[in-house]
Nanobody, 125 residues
Framework: VQLQASGGGLVQAGGSLRLSCAGS????????MGWFRQAPGKEREFVAV????????YYADSVKGRFAISRDNAKSTVYLQMISLKPEDTAVYYC???????????????????WGQGTQVTVSS
């Protein structure tokens, strides 16, 4: 079972990136999915989550209006479109899967059962 995150990189403030997370080894189409991030010296934090049917999404206040989470169940892939990036968005971004396919996806890290390896996003000022 694997979640493979990709799409990170170095971008200037105001720029955009699109992260992808591809699942393999089991079906993730019924899982709620999330993106979390961890900046140096800080705890891992919730960024955005989406439920299994894409009917519910939630965002951290710090990214509302700038980030958008989506998923393609046919491709077992979840995306995070990020625009208007700020230096404070610099972090390692992780995708995760929650086998509890509730209508309201959890924003709590310990609820998530599978984690990807992370992809580095660096925003320069």
């Amino acid at each position: 079972v694997q979640l493979q995150a990709s799409g990170g990189g170095l971008v200037q403030a105001g720029g955009s990136l699109r992260l992808s997370c591809a699942g393999s080894g089991r079906t993730f189409r019924w899982d709620n999915m999330g993106w979390f991030r961890q900046a140096p010296g800080k705890e891992r934090e919730f960024v955005a989550v989406i439920n299994w049917s894409s009917s519910s999404t939630y965002y951290a206040d710090s990214v509302k209006g700038r980030f958008a989470i989506s998923r393609d169940n046919a491709k077992s892939t979840v995306y995070l479109q990020m625009i208007s990036l700020k230096p404070e968005d610099t972090a390692v971004y992780y995708c995760a899967a929650d086998r509890d396919n509730t209508e309201v996806p959890s924003t709590t890290l310990h609820e998530y059962d599978y984690w990807g390896q992370g992809t580095q996003v660096t925003v320069s000022s």
